[in-house]
């Protein structure tokens, strides 16, 4: 049998429901959150090294826009990804298994991201 | 690409490739997996040949039930009440000592499905759930309505379907899915001994050589413009057996289920008025207690369809052509519609925009089943009746289910019959086969001669230049069919259908194949398979045009009556000569006194 | 006048598939995609694509309908076309034959690797096994499944490891006689699921059932079988 | 049954459930520190190594960095074996997501305990 079969799987011909975004974007938040960990760590780092570490790792929070933005972009993704966390666990015990709840509670992940990601960005600023 | 390119136009001369079996099962439906499996299960190597895979075998959409008598709704119920209803159903030319057969057999075939996983639905006590359904009496008629129909849900068909296929998985059959049989092939002594096949993925023709092959071809439904058959119900079985010069019997029979959705023509399970459902007509009377007062909307299928017409053609159909008359189910409530009948609720909800919870369903009379087919035994064996008293065995050759004409069914099936009849008699084929194959069945193998014929049809069309579009000439054929051999039948407009199929029959001839590719070539198989729909056409309406008389489902408003006298009698349709002769019903079941002919009333 | 693109392809003559536009006169009616598809068969005999019982419980016509995945023959013109334009594609991920034929040999892997048959090893009474209504009510929205792969193929997981993750539809049947009282084999069958593949690649989408034409929930049978696992495995 | 040699637990089960209690113990964790950042808007040194000082904290701290060895390292085994088909790189990709989480493990308790 021939293995030069093609496949479609084009993904842009594929309609996505929402619970299906939040699932990728909870995947795509945690690879960023994988990355950012070095940011996190040099910092805590920094903080723990002594009070001059601290004071600088203070500075750099209070005046440096681009770890301000790093930061903040840490804590959207963290909000989002542990909100679907939170969804997940919900789901596994065996709330929101129907297609409405599902959707509702994928709602809410992304309005809770939303409104933390308003309040995170006044904290860093 | 290693894909063989045109493999259909294989030359005449050019060898098949060969694959052998010792039996062969064409068709992968209930019948065709029953046999299948029975088979398997003897140690016999196998394959089951099937044009779909499977589950996508017309079985899936049997809904009521499998009628039996378990004795789980009623303990003291007895088969042989079951076999009286059969007998009575049949208008007295169903074989009684096969309806024994089926109705004393079916208990274990049916305990089978359930061991084999079927999720049948349960009363209290655990026992699988049995509803009411048309034609269902007790004490031989005389002690009311039985309930003797086994359900799961309204998804009977489906379930027996998907646990038969599982059964086979678990069995290890050898599965050919989506091959198809083209022609039957026949030794020089006019045994079968295989088949020639097309696997419809690659395009590649194949000898399947085999000592058994049975036909599990199902019915022909499509012949007719509005039918409950999905497409693939083309006769192909019957087609591939009057192509061998095989006769078919009581072709004439074709069954009209009352509740066909109007437009549409799917099925509505006659379980819907076994639970309590009944039809109306546009005033809302509930006309059936007219026609028949005591079994009102349970009278055999046959009855209530006619009735049905007769209420549309006196003016008192519904909806604004008046051309059809509603079901009626609102009254079961919510509860009992989603947990008894989802799969009606599901279907009208699509197909008529009606929901039947709170509105009725538009109905019409539409086909739905072959009572005729291949003349066989109770062992599946098909037979070629040489005279009215005598037939013999055609050597190799075997038929189970809907091709087949046992005959259980006689003039008209009962509800729940069908289902039954597959398991049955598809066990039973098996069992003969093996019979048959340990007391050395042999067979002389086939020439290239014997091969080249069987390859002639097939080879016609792949070298077709032109000629007539397929679709086009199989609506004309459904349109003949619809009018011309519908529920009532005349003997002037019949012979006038009959003169336009014999003028449709070079058009037939001279299809022309635009597609000549080889892989999944639907246009191909489309082509073969409206061959086999002219067929039984055909045969169908020899048959029905010769018998002159009204009786179960052929309803004639020139002979209105039943003539037990001259039509006491099986219809024989030859095809060499299309000639209609005559075969004795069986009347000597093996242990209890045959049920006479009576009026049949309901 | 509807605007129609389909999918073609055919191996003997098409290095790659490609799009192409029809148009078809759909009389005004709310048809069904089936009876559009038929349409286009009689301009083009040679558009390939399977059908059987055209009411939706034989599983046949699954494909990609305007983005999703769905049966044909229920689907009407009012569901699933935007913009008059209707756009058909084979199921995603698994190989084309032909046009919207795919090739499903993976998917019936999947449904046989579940060992999709009862199994008790009781000896057989000589009636039906007794189930109680309850028990047989389990049942329900799990042996209703057509095996016709609109939802595994609308799985992004089975799209990554077809032949890892059972998939949707597999599961379901899993659970389907991991539910049913007269099975005996629950630790055999629960044995073969616990890997990190087979159930656990399920994140709870439910593309699943966003798709499945009989309306059933494989996400829930997914979220019973790991519970069975769970209560198992600790 | 699929076999997969490089998964964490003994199970699918196990490294399911190991997600999910990493991820509980994670949120815990997180909602500790920024709720304690932002009860103490005037935070000085001295405050925030007393914090890492006590015993408890440095438990919790010390659950947290294991919690996220096993949390990232399920989560991109999975992303890997999903996306990642060719199996030179996959096992590259592996390779060195558990040797950063190693890493960082060992970076932060050097951090706890070595004030």
Known sequence: MSKNRPVNLDLRTIKQPLPAIVSISHRITGVMLFIGLIFMFILFDMSLSGAEGFASAETIMQENFLAKFIAWGLLVSLSFHLFAGLKHLVQDFGYGEELSSANVAAKVVIVATVVTALLAGYWVW | MGYPVVVGAIAMSEALRKMSFEAIVIGGGGAGMRAALQLTESGLKTACITKVFPTRSHTVSAQGGITCAIASHDPNDDWRWHMYDTVKGSDYIGDQDAIEYMCSVGPQAVFELDHMGLPFSRFENGRIYQRPFGGQSKEFGEGGQAARTCAAADRTGHALLHALYQGNLKGGTTFLNEWYAVDLVGNDDGDVVGVVAICIETGETVYIEAKATVLATGGAGRIYQSTTNAHINTGDGIGMALRMGLPVQDMEMWQFHPTGIAGA??????????????????????????????????????????????????????????DHVFLKLDHLGEEVLES???????????????DPVVEPIPVVPTCHYMMGGLPTNIGGQVLYPESE?????????????????????????????????LVVFGRACGLQIEKSLSEGFESKVATQANLDKAMARLHKLNSSEGGESISAVREELQKIMQLYFGVFREGESMQKGLQLLRDLKSKIDNLHLRDKSGAFNTDRIEALELQNLYEVAFATAVAAEERKESRGAHARNDFTERDDENWLKHSIYYPQDERIGKRDVNFKPATLDAFPPKVRTY | MLNVSVYRYHPEQDQKPYMQDFQVDTGGKDLMVLDVLFLLKEQDSTLTFRRSCREGVCGSDGMNINGVNGLACITPLSDCVNNGKLVLRPLPALPVIRDLVIDMEQFYQNYERIKPFLQNDKPAPAIERLQSPEERAKLDGLYECILCACCSTACPSFWWNPDKFVGPSGLLQAYRFLADSRDTATEE??????????????????????????????TKAIGHIRNMLLSRGT | MVRAVTSFGRSGLYDWLMQR??????????LFIVAYIIANPQLTYAQWSGL????????FSLMALLSLGAHVWIGLWSVSTDYIKPMGIRF??????????????????QLLWGL
């Open chain 4, 92 to 109: 590259v990709f592996q390779l060195l997501t558990g040797a950063a989480m190693f890493a960082y493990t060992v970076w932060g308790i």
């Open chain 2, 265 to 322: 023509g799917t099925l509505v399970t006659e379980g819907c008025r076994g639970e309590g459902g009944y039809l109306i007509n546009k005033d809302g009377e509930r006309f059936m207690e007219r026609y028949a007062p005591n079994a009102k909307d349970l009278a055999g299928r046959d009855v209530v369809a006619r009735s049905m017409v007769m209420e549309i053609l006196e003016g008192r159909g519904c909806g604004e052509k008046g």
């Open chain 2, 389 to 421: 008293s005598e037939s013999r065995v055609v050597g190799g050759l075997y038929a189970c289910g809907e091709v087949a004409c046992v005959s259980v069914h006689g003039a008209n099936r009962l509800g729940g019959n069908s289902l039954l009849d």
């Open chain 3, 189 to 218: 069958r629960l044995a073969e699921l616990d890997d990190p593949f087979s159930v656990f690649r399920c994140h709870g989408i439910m593309n699943c059932v966003n798709v499945c034409p009989k309306g059933l929930n494989p």
């Open chain 4, 52 to 59: 890492f000082d006590i015993t408890a904290m440095r438990i």
């Open chain 4, 21 to 30: 209690v990493s991820a509980v113990v994670l949120t815990l964790y997180t």
């Open chain 2, 340 to 354: 008894r009948l989802p799969g009606i609720c599901e279907l009208s909800r699509t197909f008529a925009h009606a």
